[in-house]
Structures are given as structure tokens and as C-alpha cells.
């Protein structure tokens, strides 16, 4: 009877087997089975996930898929706290399809059964999507799809930003949709002209009040501040996070009660968190993010952020060459990491994937993203905001806003598949050649020991990953992914977009090069010329980036057409008589290593520097410029010009006073001039100081520059840890 019984239960499984699909046809030459349904009531987010299927269902099938009347069934379902935030699933039931997703998880879900199963891809912002032309569309059984979010903030603060589509594709928070307040904010909870009246409501330090930050042992800036962010609730009551965070600058209280705090917790951080500690508790239905940035970077020693309190820690002092995990110079901030962790789960990490200063330079930091982000995952951190160019184009942004998307909602993915999907579909024939250019570059930045620096520049990278040589062999490759699909219109525009670094880094570094090789200018017949074709890659950079909607070239810089005019500058200035070109100059103190110019050549190599202090610009910190040239012989001497450099900031100022000796033998000088400076402005403006010593008579052999560098910076840039910096480009003769 038993074995019966078993061979009765053994039939009805075959059955069952047999009843049980292994595929759906979805659908097949524009007919479909199926209608797509939502609950009676229809939730915001569920009818907008039924919008984006029907849509992109047409996209593939060429036909329409309805609400109603169809034999089978994909239902859409928002079931809230059943599942976890911005979760979702999608899966079989029989030939039913069921997606199911807490509030947003639902939209997120749409998108994605668009990309994994009508194979879809959205691969840059402000472009249309890509959809496939299907006449049949088989879904392999069973189908099971749940997935939810790595970090609970994922913001890729880029071009994204410009297309909510592409955000809400790619599952991406913004910032001004979350915080009622972002950033540095002391500002906004108790305004500076408040200084005047109350200078006690701001910061102590050197014997006398500053409107750098405030005091946050003071009884009315907490009222103040309690009250200001009341009534800033009131104006944005579904905002869910609140910055409680220092001004962008150094300057911190160091009044007997603030330091008190600070000494027993180690640093800024104390009075800082204990400030945030008691907002927090004052309104513990809101949540604050509060940032831990340069002087406030590390964990405090004993006080522990409030349940209701985000630490925003940031990592802006790493080089981007590596991951933060094996990143020598990321040593600090995984310190501070694991010292925060200790005391909170409450983490968000402000990361960076520019270089801010020169947007379109080379920066391959690609292959950083997965092992960054899985680092994070693995540190307990709640959320990351990736920094990339913001509206602005930059280099590879199109992948690095794709990458970054993908790997901060799973960095478990498989990104060399993300980049080769991306690739492939973005670049078209050419794609083999974009990552054999992507791999190149890589591997010459680290063959080289290279730096990868958020505020650096291609000039300087000449030395190491960038040079000539470097730099020809990537063109060559990048020649060939143009011819590969030079009749291709779309995949060739693409091309030379992409190829725009390329373009940057050769006319930047020109302007370093100057009448050298590889420069702007060459000599012909004893007269200085520029360089055959120079002016017309200027002009096409110029029109190929306009073309392109780019604005900024850096981070609060210039346009095109503004590079494009102070090349014209440059050009119509052409190269100057002197009579110091290429002689010998010593220094009494040493210049900025980390700013090498031209090394001791800088002075007098007849380059001039531009509004960029990183190159052509010998930068002094503290101490005097004291330079002597050796001229070589004796020289009529009737003018002498030098030009310094003023940009506020970054605290590069012009000097208090130049002073100017000649000598016949260097060992006795004689003074020719002394000026005195007018102090420096709150202008930020980047310009250049010109001190000419003009109507000068003597003979010399030797000339003796001093150039006094400011006692303090102003008090509208005050930091406690930095020098002023003179910086001087050229010396001219005549």
C-alpha cells in the first residue's frame, strides 16, 4: 500500500513538472497575451512604474500593452514596509509576472525589468535611451528578481542631475530632494552680518573675535540657531536631513569653553559634536548631518553623535590613484573611518572622482569605484555622496557617471562587465580602442608613481604619466577609434568628445613648454613665429567644446570662449625681448617643491605664467623671494619688470614690498627701487601684480630681486596652519 501510494505521488509530480512553464513569451510578431494591472486605488509610484513599462514595452514589442482585458498578467504592486526601503522584487507566478517594491523600490523595480529583461540600457544623461527591436520576447522560468540598495544614500553628484530619468533609472538620490540644509551651514544658522553687533556670537582665536566660524559654546548661538532652523522646517517640512556643519574655512573658537571641549575630545571635532549632540536632542524628530572635513575630520575622543546625527566624513586629502583601501595617502582617513565606526553606523562618506581644478583632464580613476564602494559596504557606511563635475563634462563622464550609478546601488556587480556593456554600447566599433586607451592611461599614471590629484593638472603631469611621448601614443589610439566609426555619425561625435582631454593636456601643457619643444612658439629666421597649425587646433579645441554644451573647464572657471580669448592674448603678445632669457638664478630661501615650474630656469625662461598658479609660477611660502640673476656679462640695464600672481583663493598674494639691487662683481649691490604694495583685497579675481622699475640707468652683471612675502593672511581668508604664498612667473630686462 505504501509503495502505491509513493508511486502515486511520484505521477502527480511528473504532472506538475510537465504543467509548469520553463518560459513566458511575453510577446512575438506585435501580439502579446499580457495586460498590466495596479491596485484599485493606484499609488503614486505605482502608476508611474506602469507608465515607464508601458512605455519601453512599446519601445521593444512595437505595440501596446494595456491595462486590462489580457489573458495573463504583469501586476504591479506597492506594498510599503513589507519590504525594505526602495526595495523591490519581480517574479513568476505561473505566467503571471508580480513586481513588488516599498514606495520608490517599485519605480526603481520598472526600470530595472526594463534593462534585465526588454534589454534597455540608459548609458548617459540628456541622451535617449537605448531599446533593441524585438520581434520576440522569451523570459526564461523562474524568474526572480529582489534587490535592494547597498547604501540608503546614493548620490552621483554629476550630469545626472540634469536628466531625472537617468537618476531615477540608475536608483540616485539628490541632494536637494533629502537635506533643508546641505553642506557648510553655520552660515545659514547664524548669519555673519551678525557680527557687527554681536562679534561674541563668532569664533575667538589670536585675542580677538572672527566671523570665520562660530562659537559654539555661546549660549544665544545655540537660540539663534534652534530658532532658524524651526523656521526653516517650516518652509521645507519634507526635508529629511538638516547640516549642522562649520563654515568651509579654518578659524575655529578658542575661547576658555571651547577649547575645554576640544581638549577633551582631541581636536575641533569635541565642541563641534557636542553643539550638533544638543540641536539633535532639541528636535529628535529630525535627523542632522554634520561634516567631519579637514580640522573636524577625526573622531572625538569621547563624545558619541546622537541617534538622530550623520557623520559626513570626507576624504579630500587622498590621492585617487588607488583604492582607499591600499591608497598610502588614505591612510588618515581610514584611521578616522574606523575611529567613527566605533562610535556610530550613522556614516555617509563624501567622496571624489574629478579633478575639480581641470575638468577635462586625464583622470583615470575608473578602476578605483568597485573596491571603493565595497570598502564602504564593508565599513557599515549608510550612504555615499560621489562627487564628480557636477551640470559640467568632464573626463569620461559618461562612464564615470555609469559606473559610479551602477556599483553605489550593488557594488557587488561585475565591473569590467558594466564598463564592456557600456563600452560596446556606447562607443559602438570603437569601443576595443576606448578601453585599450582607458588601460593605457592607467597603466602609465601608476607605471609612473602618479599621484591622481583633485586639484591638479595636466602641465605638471608631464614629469610623470602625461608626457610627449605618453601623450602620442595615446593619440594614436585614440586615431583609431575615430576611424572605426568615422561614418557613424552618433559613435563619431562621441569620439571626439572623448578625444577633448587629449586636446586640453597638449594645448596646457604648450603654455608650459612655451619656446621649447612641444611649445606655443618657434623661431625662424631669428623671429619668433607660432607654430604651424598651433592656432587652429586652439580655435577647433574652442568651437568642438562650445558644440558640446560644455560651460566650465574647471570648477567656477572659464568657458571656452574665454579659454579661446586668452589663448588670442597669448598669441597676439607673442614672445618678449629680454635680456635675463636663460641666464642663472640662485635663490637665498627655496621655492614650493610641490609647484616646481621650471625649477630654478622658471624665473627667466622667457614663459610667462597664466591665471593657473600650479604651473610657469615659482611659489614662495612664508619667507621672501630673494633672487639673483646672473645676466653673464656686464648689460645696460634701463627697465625691470616682474609680475606676481594674486588669487585670493588660494591665498596667493602679491608682496609687501619689491625691492631692487644691481651688482658688478655679486658681492656689492647697490639699491635701484623699492615699492610698496597696497594690501591685499577681498577680490577674487585672479590677476596678476605687474612692479616695473622703469627709467633705470646703470650698467650690471648681477640683479638682485627681493620680494617681501605678507606678514598673516587677511582675516577674510585667515587659516591657522597657512602661510601666505607670493608667486612670481618672470623677470624681464630691458
Known sequence: MKKLFLFFLLIKALQMQAQTPKSILLFSEKKTDYVISISASGSPYEKTAMEIIQHYFNSVSGISLQDGGGKFTIQLKEVGDRLSPESFTIKNKGNNILMEGNKKGLVYGAYSLVEEIFGCRNFAPGEKPYCPALLRLEIPLPLKIGEKPAFRFREVYSMAETDREYMDWHKLHNLEDLWGIWGHSFGRLVPESLFKTHPEYFAFYNGERHST?????????????????????????DAKYWSVSPNDNSGFCECPLCSSSNLKDGGNQGSLLKFVNRIAKHFPDRTFTTLAYN??????LVTRPEKNVIIFLSNVEIARTFPVDKEASAKAFRRNLEGWSAKTHRIFIWDYYTQFTNFLAPFPNYFTFQPNFKYYQHKKAAGVFAQLNGPEYGDFAELKTYLLSKLLWNPTLDSDQLTEDFLIGYYGDAAPFVKSYMNKLYGFAVAAGTNLDIYGNPVNNYRDFLTPENLDELSIIMDRAHEAVETQAVFSKRIEKLRLSMDYTYLQQAKFYGTRKHGIFTKNGGNWEIRDGFADRVNRFVQQ??????????EGGISPKEYGEQWQMIFTTGVR???ALNSEVQFEFPFAPEFPANGVKTLTDGTPGYSDFSFNWLCFYGKPMIATIDLGK??????VEINFLEDIRHRILRPQNVKLEYSLDGEKYTAAGLDQLSPPEEEYTVKKIKKLFKNLNFEARYLRVTAENQPALPEFIFSKNREPMLACDEIWVN
Open 545 to 554: 567644446a562650445e558644440l558640446f554644451g560644455i560651460k566650465e573647464l574647471s
Open 213 to 237: 566660524q562660530l562659537c559654539l559654546s555661546n549660549e544665544d548661538v545655540f537660540e539663534i540657531s534652534v530658532k532658524n532652523l524651526d523656521e526653516a522646517f517650516k518652509e521645507n517640512p
Open 634 to 639: 656686464m648689460t645696460e640695464i634701463k627697465e
Open 295 to 300: 580640522a573636524t575630520a577625526r573622531p572625538p
Open 577 to 579: 625681448d629680454n635680456l
